[in-house]
């Protein structure tokens, strides 16, 4: 989808009518009129920020892209909870900085340098009540622009620390840019069969990195190397318990159309999140960085020592705001999809 044509889509979610018919279908009873309303006002909310947002300086145009981001969290949240409305959610992002006065301590040069290694924690508020809602799910793509299923994770507990470098190296749209300075932790994963007999396997796995293959042999899975080739595999029990966190690429899509699967080595807090969860923490880092440390974040795209991180900045930013809305409205379309599908 276009941009364009994903925007026009979301403009559904601000049609009071609309909304109603969505929740009927997706809960099976009546969405009250306060609620409806709550939920276009978000969505409107939402394309504003957007709209600003893209025509905004880089000096304030994360910190709107990531308002933006909630606003549209918010009224997917309200849109997918059985009951309750905007008075229910925990006040606060869901996120909070941990000690980033002293990662970027020093000279604005030094401080710089150390973006990577800035830490977020998440907490109560709209980031868990959004992963919550949405199940904490996946649209799995398998070679096709359609969705072939959903893969729910766990719910995350609270109080996991997060570190910038954790989600670039790990965010398969931002390698072009990471992979000169970084080690990359995902990798193009194809010919993926499961089976409640056989298990789940992945017959190749292109050039994976060396983290990314032990962090899941490390999990009980078994592993097999050959010519850059790998090649891992386990029991249908053990794929249960211990899933794959798995991303897909939406900017470089095959054939402009097809999301592209990369499998992905866990956090270090070993928590799994959705796609969604991924763009939503970092949009919030570029968000807050812009908002708390303007010095930081202007010397940043100004250029000079240290600015290395920069064109790494500059594309998960055109990341989030392309790919957020499209995960949405996809997540949306599809549930309502699998609902009708349930009733028939």
């Given at each position: 989808?276009?941009?364009?044509?994903?925007?026009?889509?979301?403009?559904?979610?601000?049609?009071?009518?609309?909304?109603?018919?969505?929740?009927?279908?997706?809960?099976?009873?009546?969405?009250?009129?306060?609620?409806?309303?709550?939920?276009?006002?978000?969505?409107?909310?939402?394309?504003?920020?957007?709209?600003?947002?893209?025509?905004?300086?880089?000096?304030?145009?994360?910190?709107?892209?990531?308002?933006?981001?909630?606003?549209?969290?918010?009224?997917?949240?309200?849109?997918?909870?059985?009951?309750?409305?905007?008075?229910?959610?925990?006040?606060?992002?869901?996120?909070?900085?941990?000690?980033?006065?002293?990662?970027?301590?020093?000279?604005?040069?030094?401080?710089?340098?150390?973006?990577?290694?800035?830490?977020?924690?998440?907490?109560?508020?709209?980031?868990?009540?959004?992963?919550?809602?949405?199940?904490?799910?996946?649209?799995?793509?398998?070679?096709?622009?359609?969705?072939?299923?959903?893969?729910?994770?766990?719910?995350?507990?609270?109080?996991?620390?997060?570190?910038?470098?954790?989600?670039?190296?790990?965010?398969?749209?931002?390698?072009?840019?990471?992979?000169?300075?970084?080690?990359?932790?995902?990798?193009?994963?194809?010919?993926?069969?499961?089976?409640?007999?056989?298990?789940?396997?992945?017959?190749?796995?292109?050039?994976?990195?060396?983290?990314?293959?032990?962090?899941?042999?490390?999990?009980?899975?078994?592993?097999?190397?050959?010519?850059?080739?790998?090649?891992?595999?386990?029991?249908?029990?053990?794929?249960?318990?211990?899933?794959?966190?798995?991303?897909?690429?939406?900017?470089?899509?095959?054939f402009l159309s097809i999301p592209v699967i990369h499998i992905i080595a866990p956090l270090?807090?070993?928590?799994?999140?959705?796609?969604?969860?991924?763009?939503?923490?970092?949009?919030?880092?570029?968000?807050?960085?812009?908002?708390?440390?303007?010095?930081?974040?202007?010397?940043?795209?100004?250029?000079?020592?240290?600015?290395?991180?920069?064109?790494?900045?500059?594309?998960?930013?055109?990341?989030?705001?392309?790919?957020?809305?499209?995960?949405?409205?996809?997540?949306?379309?599809?549930?309502?999809?699998?609902?009708?599908?349930?009733?028939?």
């Amino acid at each position: 989808m276009t941009e364009q044509e994903i925007w026009q889509k979301l403009r559904a979610l601000e049609s009071f009518d609309i909304v109603k018919k969505w929740f009927k279908v997706l809960h099976n009873r009546e969405l009250n009129s306060q609620r409806a309303t709550e939920i276009t006002c978000a969505a409107k909310q939402a394309r504003e920020y957007f709209r600003n947002a893209k025509q905004a300086d880089y000096t304030v145009r994360s910190l709107l892209t990531f308002y933006g981001i909630a606003c549209l969290s918010r009224a997917t949240t309200l849109l997918f909870r059985t009951s309750g409305g905007e008075g229910t959610l925990t006040k606060g992002h869901g996120l909070q900085v941990l000690d980033w006065s002293n990662t970027l301590s020093g000279d604005i040069d030094n401080g710089i340098k150390n973006l990577k290694n800035l830490k977020i924690a998440t907490c109560k508020g709209l980031f868990e009540n959004f992963i919550q809602s949405t199940n904490n799910e996946i649209c799995m793509h398998l070679n096709s622009s359609n969705v072939d299923w959903f893969l729910p994770y766990k719910i995350p507990a609270p109080n996991k620390e997060i570190s910038l470098y954790e989600l670039i190296s790990r965010i398969p749209d931002l390698k072009d840019d990471v992979e000169p300075f970084f080690e990359i932790k995902h990798a193009v994963a194809d010919s993926i069969t499961y089976s409640l007999e056989n298990g789940f396997k992945i017959n190749r796995i292109c050039k994976p990195s060396l983290s990314l293959t032990e962090s899941y042999k490390s999990l009980g899975y078994t592993t097999a190397i050959s010519n850059e080739i790998l090649c891992i595999e386990c029991t249908s029990e053990l794929f249960c318990k211990n899933l794959p966190q798995f991303l897909h690429s939406y900017v470089h899509k095959q054939f402009l159309s097809i999301p592209v699967i990369h499998i992905i080595a866990p956090l270090e807090c070993g928590e799994l999140y959705s796609e969604m969860g991924y763009c939503y923490m970092m949009s919030y880092f570029m968000g807050m960085l812009s908002r708390y440390y303007p010095t930081h974040w202007i010397s940043l795209i100004n250029g000079g020592l240290g600015d290395y991180m920069w064109p790494i900045i500059n594309r998960a930013q055109n990341y989030v705001e392309k790919v957020f809305p499209e995960l949405i409205i996809e997540y949306i379309q599809e549930k309502i999809k699998q609902a009708l599908n349930h009733d028939s």
